[in-house]
């Protein structure tokens, strides 16, 4: 008997307009749309292009290093006395982090369309990273908007990005976090909309963002479900990532959505908790609203004002996120937690004592969901937990609040 | 109210002479100086004003406007209040069309219906909201043309004449067309280009067609008025204000009267821009 098509799939958004459900969409400046639109069409193209998919694939494996290991953290299994944990180790990817599966996919289409620059935004400096390093590997010029506090913060990925030839420019409107980055690259891009592609970072924007940047960090659980079967012959119980714009989670979830079996969980930065205004849970602790593009959830005032929000890790700093993990939540498909910024700094030392791994401030966050939840399950269920990025950049930030002199 | 504005402009087509459209930002350093700044427009020359409603996260604006709007989010101001500027405007100028320009969330936020209702009330003619392209109509466009109230759309020069049916679609009151790729403040592009310009958009609309983005002189108003109907000036006074300011951010005796004087210096040039184009 032929399998009918799943009616109330979660795969299924979004729609022709770029809408997962009241989310999404394409919020943007009249000078921006003609652009868009054929960014629409290429990647529209592109996906179903064999030599697109070879390309990538190709470059994937030989210069990223794919697919990353599915590591069983038998320590850290044995230290928590619950579930077994296995992280998806995408943090040894070249570049150290998850971003360089959507930078490859999106240099692809800018070359392309004939673009002769690229622009980027960064939070915690890993896609400014990514960005630089692929546009160093295609020959194309690259200038990265990171926010003032941020330089300073992430100094170590400003200096790599200027080694590999991008221009950094701070921003310092707002609190000068990835938001007013990200402001600041859209007005770039309005104003060099002929030969500039703006390579978005995470999973958000106006469409055909979400999607596509989805598609390119969907090779995180594609893998893992591959990796996991050959492993234990069965899929995890649960899932574990960090969101902030939500791209490695969303690389991670989309693969598993229509299978119910599979719990899952993204984990928010609760900053300094959510009584305050000094977190950046906009899932938790938001409203939907419309800002960069799309209607997502958003941290704002009764104004429609968009508050800065706080966080540990600059990563996870932004007081909106992707448009998909807004619908996932409503739709109850996906569970989002906050993380304190305390609890992420004791899982950054709990994972780097027990397993010898540095993970980055952004998935120490789902690292602290996962050992609260471990120890409540049964020893033959399975979590899988992206390990999205690798701490080395973190190690000043982290040196200064555990008050060792370095 | 459409009437309003489609009055304004025969008026001014009577005339002969291209409308000048001032930009201000509501709140801008305070309510009640904005609201002087905004008595003050039309006897300086102003035709129609654009009150501008703080944001943000202003994607679209260059660091004057942007300035401007985090002094008036400072001093207090909302959207509540930009409509009450409105209303205290009505009381006294039944005549003036009054379009009120910003970004979609505070409005989305404020709920569309009540917003409309609350618009219409306050004198309101005409909406630009940025970030709602035509792809996104069903939000608050459909709405505001169902109440009457104009919806302005902005052209730009990547609005190619493919696309140029779609973007006067559900246009009404006006066309504002953006003259250059980029954000508010930059420089003024060639004249000639952007008369060209204007003659490709007229070539698909009757509507009247208005310039901005890098007006900021007489002569740019005269140069620009030369092809256009109208000609919106905005970073020019936001910086005016910016200018009178004390260190602080507060208002002193300069600042209304100093945009005053920028305005009629603008009106005088585009009151001889047709004489110059004539000759």
Same mark, same amino acid.
């Given at each position: 008997?032929?399998?009918?098509?799943?009616?109330?799939?979660?795969?299924?958004?979004?729609?022709?307009?770029?809408?997962?459900?009241?989310?999404?969409?394409?919020? +943007?400046?009249?000078?921006?749309?003609?652009?868009?639109?054929?960014?629409?069409?290429?990647?529209? @193209?592109? @996906?179903?292009?064999?030599?697109?998919?070879?390309?990538?694939? $190709?470059?994937? /494996? $030989?210069?990223?290093?794919?697919?990353?290991?599915?590591?069983?953290?038998?320590?850290?299994?044995?230290?928590?006395?619950?579930?077994?944990?296995? &992280?998806?180790?995408?943090?040894?990817?070249?570049?150290?982090? $998850?971003?360089?599966?959507?930078?490859?996919?999106?240099?692809?289409?800018?070359?392309?369309?004939?673009? /002769?620059?690229?622009?980027?935004?960064?939070?915690?400096?890993?896609?400014?990273?990514?960005?630089?390093?692929?546009?160093?590997?295609?020959?194309?010029?690259?200038?990265?908007?990171?926010?003032? /506090?941020?330089?300073?913060?992430?100094?170590?990925?400003?200096?790599?990005?200027?080694?590999?030839?991008?221009? +950094?420019?701070?921003?310092?409107?707002?609190?000068? /976090?990835?938001?007013?980055?990200?402001?600041?690259?859209?007005?770039?891009?309005?104003?060099?909309?002929?030969?500039?592609?703006?390579?978005?970072?995470?999973?958000?924007?106006?469409?055909?963002?979400?999607?596509?940047? @989805?598609? &390119?960090?969907?090779?995180?659980?594609?893998?893992?479900?591959?990796?996991?079967?050959?492993?234990?012959?069965?899929?995890?119980?649960?899932?574990?990532?960090?969101?902030?714009?939500?791209?490695?989670?969303?690389?991670?979830?989309?693969?598993?959505?229509?299978?119910?079996?599979?719990?899952? +969980?993204?984990?928010?930065?609760?900053?300094?908790?959510?009584?305050?205004?000094?977190?950046?849970?906009?899932?938790?602790?938001?409203?939907?609203? +419309?800002?960069?593009?799309?209607?997502?959830?958003?941290?704002?005032?009764?104004?429609?004002?968009?508050?800065?929000?706080?966080?540990?890790?600059?990563?996870?700093?932004?007081?909106?996120?992707?448009?998909?993990?807004?619908?996932?939540?409503?739709?109850?498909?996906?569970?989002?937690?906050?993380?304190?910024?305390?609890?992420?700094?004791?899982?950054?030392? &709990?994972?780097?004592?027990?397993?010898?791994?540095?993970?980055?401030?952004?998935?120490?966050?789902?690292?602290?969901?996962?050992?609260?939840?471990?120890?409540?399950?049964?020893?033959?269920?399975?979590?899988?937990?992206?390990?999205?990025?690798?701490?080395?950049?973190?190690? &000043?930030?982290?040196?200064?609040?555990?008050?060792?002199?370095? | %109210?459409?009437?309003?504005?489609?009055?304004?402009?025969?008026?001014?087509?009577?005339?002969? =002479?291209?409308?000048?459209?001032?930009?201000?930002?509501?709140?801008?350093?305070?309510?009640?100086?904005?609201?002087?700044?905004?008595?003050?427009?039309?006897?300086?020359?102003?035709?129609?004003?654009?009150?501008? %409603?703080?944001?943000?996260?202003?994607?679209?604006?260059?660091?004057?406007?942007?300035?401007?709007?985090? =002094?008036?989010?400072?001093?207090?101001?909302?959207?509540?209040?930009?409509?009450?500027?409105?209303?205290?405007?009505?009381?006294?100028?039944?005549?003036?069309?009054?379009?009120? %320009?910003?970004?979609?969330?505070?409005?989305?936020?404020?709920?569309?219906?009540?917003?409309?209702?609350?618009?219409?009330?306050?004198?309101?003619?005409?909406?630009?909201?940025?970030?709602?392209?035509?792809?996104?109509?069903?939000?608050?466009?459909?709405?505001?043309?169902?109440?009457?109230?104009?919806?302005?759309?902005?052209?730009?020069?990547?609005?190619?004449?493919?696309?140029?049916?779609?973007?006067?679609?559900?246009?009404?009151?006006?066309?504002?067309?953006?003259? %250059?790729?980029?954000?508010?403040?930059?420089?003024?592009?060639?004249?000639?280009?952007?008369?060209?310009? #204007?003659?490709?958009?007229?070539?698909?609309?009757?509507?009247?067609?208005?310039?901005?983005?890098?007006?900021?002189?007489?002569?740019?108003?005269?140069?620009?008025?030369?092809?256009?109907?109208?000609? #919106?000036?905005?970073?020019?006074?936001?910086?005016?204000?910016?200018?009178?300011?004390?260190?602080?951010?507060?208002?002193?005796?300069?600042?209304?009267?100093?945009?005053?004087?920028?305005?009629?210096?603008?009106?005088?040039?585009?009151?001889?821009?047709?004489?110059?184009?004539?000759?």
């Amino acid at each position: 008997m032929n399998e009918t098509p799943k009616l109330n799939s979660f795969k299924a958004g979004p729609d022709e307009d770029g809408r997962f459900g009241i989310f999404g969409g394409r919020f +943007v400046a009249e000078t921006l749309m003609p652009l868009i639109l054929d960014l629409q069409d290429e990647w529209t @193209r592109a @996906r179903t292009d064999a030599a697109f998919q070879a390309e990538l694939q $190709h470059l994937n /494996t $030989h210069y990223t290093g794919r697919p990353s290991p599915l590591y069983f953290a038998e320590r850290m299994t044995a230290e928590l006395g619950g579930a077994k944990i296995y &992280f998806k180790r995408d943090e040894l990817n070249h570049t150290g982090s $998850h971003k360089i599966n959507n930078c490859l996919g999106q240099i692809l289409l800018a070359k392309r369309m004939g673009k /002769t620059r690229i622009i980027a935004e960064t939070g915690a400096g890993q896609h400014g990273v990514a960005s630089a390093t692929v546009a160093a590997r295609f020959g194309l010029p690259c200038v990265v908007y990171m926010g003032a /506090t941020d330089v300073e913060r992430q100094a170590p990925n400003v200096f790599r990005m200027k080694l590999l030839g991008a221009e +950094v420019k701070p921003v310092t409107a707002g609190h000068g /976090t990835l938001k007013d980055a990200m402001n600041e690259a859209l007005r770039d891009w309005v104003t060099n909309v002929d030969d500039t592609y703006y390579m978005i970072g995470t999973a958000a924007g106006p469409h055909p963002y979400p999607e596509m940047v @989805r598609e &390119f960090q969907s090779v995180i659980g594609k893998e893992v479900r591959e990796q996991m079967m050959a492993a234990e012959g069965r899929l995890p119980d649960l899932l574990v990532a960090a969101v902030g714009g939500g791209s490695n989670a969303i690389g991670l979830f989309h693969p598993f959505l229509d299978d119910q079996s599979v719990k899952i +969980v993204g984990v928010e930065a609760g900053g300094k908790g959510l009584d305050g205004e000094e977190h950046c849970a906009s899932l938790t602790a938001g409203s939907p609203g +419309v800002l960069h593009g799309n209607r997502t959830y958003l941290l704002q005032d009764g104004d429609g004002q968009i508050k800065e929000g706080h966080s540990i890790s600059a990563g996870l700093d932004y007081p909106g996120i992707g448009p998909e993990h807004s619908w996932l939540k409503d739709a109850g498909r996906v569970e989002y937690v906050p993380i304190m910024d305390h609890e992420a700094l004791e899982a950054f030392q &709990f994972l780097t004592r027990l397993e010898g791994i540095i993970p980055a401030l952004e998935p120490s966050h789902a690292l602290a969901e996962v050992m609260k939840r471990a120890p409540k399950m049964d020893k033959d269920q399975i979590i899988v937990m992206n390990l999205c990025g690798r701490g080395d950049k973190d190690i &000043f930030t982290v040196g200064k609040l555990l008050g060792m002199g370095l | %109210m459409t009437a309003r504005m489609d009055k304004r402009f025969a008026d001014l087509a009577a005339e002969g =002479r291209p409308a000048l459209v001032t930009y201000f930002m509501g709140g801008d350093p305070d309510f009640d100086t904005s609201l002087a700044i905004m008595k003050a427009l039309p006897s300086a020359g102003s035709d129609i004003i654009e009150l501008g %409603m703080p944001f943000s996260d202003p994607m679209a604006d260059g660091p004057a406007i942007q300035l401007a709007g985090q =002094r008036a989010l400072k001093g207090g101001q909302t959207l509540v209040k930009t409509l009450e500027i409105a209303r205290r405007f009505r009381e006294d100028d039944q005549d003036t069309p009054i379009v009120m %320009m910003g970004y979609y969330n505070p409005i989305y936020i404020y709920g569309v219906e009540r917003f409309l209702d609350d618009a219409l009330a306050c004198g309101i003619d005409g909406l630009i909201v940025v970030d709602l392209p035509p792809e996104m109509d069903d939000e608050l466009c459909i709405p505001a043309l169902k109440k009457d109230i104009n919806f302005i759309r902005l052209a730009t020069p990547t609005t190619d004449d493919k696309r140029l049916p779609k973007v006067l679609e559900n246009t009404s009151g006006f066309v504002y067309y953006v003259s %250059m790729n980029g954000i508010t403040g930059s420089a003024l592009p060639d004249p000639t280009v952007v008369g060209g310009a #204007v003659q490709r958009i007229k070539g698909h609309t009757k509507l009247p067609v208005c310039v901005g983005f890098g007006v900021k002189t007489a002569e740019h108003a005269r140069a620009i008025g030369a092809s256009a109907d109208g000609v #919106v000036v905005g970073t020019a006074i936001v910086n005016q204000v910016a200018s009178s300011l004390t260190a602080d951010g507060k208002s002193t005796g300069a600042t209304v009267p100093g945009v005053e004087t920028l305005v009629r210096s603008l009106s005088a040039g585009v009151r001889s821009a047709r004489l110059v184009a004539a000759e």
